[in-house]
Structures are given as C-alpha cells and as structure tokens.
C-alpha cells in the first residue's frame, strides 16, 4: 500500500501529438539561446527590451498537481515533452515545479 488516498493512477497510455518543428526558423534568436549565449545579464537585457506579451505556461504544474490529482506519470511527462518543446517554443517560461512534485515522484 502506497497510502494514498483515492482511485490508482490510470492505466490509460494517453495520445501524444506528434508535431513538427517549424519549417521557417525563428527571425530572432529565442531568449534561452540568448541566457545561453550572453549569460544572465544578456537575458534580463533581452528581457527588458522586449515588447511584446511575455507567457509563462503553468499546464504541467496546474493540470499535474490540481486537474488530474497528482496522477500523471513521469513516463507521461516525458512522452508529451516534445510536443511540449515545439507548442510552446516561444514561451518565455514553462513552470513544472509544485508543492506535489516530490509527493508524486515517490509515489508514482
């Protein structure tokens, strides 16, 4: 027994979407590759200087942690993660990281 409370985590494999990587490539280099390139004070500059909207996605924290009740497998994550890093390759955040993400890790 785990000691959780509620119905086992699913059995389901659920449906990845396969999506391909753009075919244009981006007019302007993308704020990881500028923390990469320039380092933190390159970044904030970048930061700073841009004008558009800036989006922090929180889907894997939010849905993991309260949607599906700490039920989604690491397996899972990991499935979904480049169809994650193509959607959403202009974000300027992905937040992964709640008060669960160890709970679940030991649990399932």
Not at 4 to 19: E, K, M, R, Y
Not at 34 to 57: E, K, Q
Not at 63 to 88: C, F, G, K, M, Y
Request: glycine share 6%.
């Amino acid at each position: 027994s785990l000691g959780c409370v509620g119905p086992v985590p699913s059995t389901v494999d659920p449906l990845v979407p396969a999506l391909d990587p753009p075919a244009v490539p981006p007019s302007a280099p993308s704020l990881r590759s500028v923390y990469l390139d320039g380092g933190p004070a390159a970044f904030a500059a970048a930061v700073r200087a841009h004008d558009g909207l800036l989006v922090t996605d929180t889907t894997w924290r939010d849905a993991h942690q309260s949607l599906l009740a700490t039920r989604v497998r690491t397996q899972d994550i990991l499935n979904v993660a480049p169809a994650t890093a193509v959607a959403l390759r202009r974000a300027y955040s992905l937040e992964m990281w709640g008060g669960a993400t160890l709970d679940v890790c030991m649990r399932f």
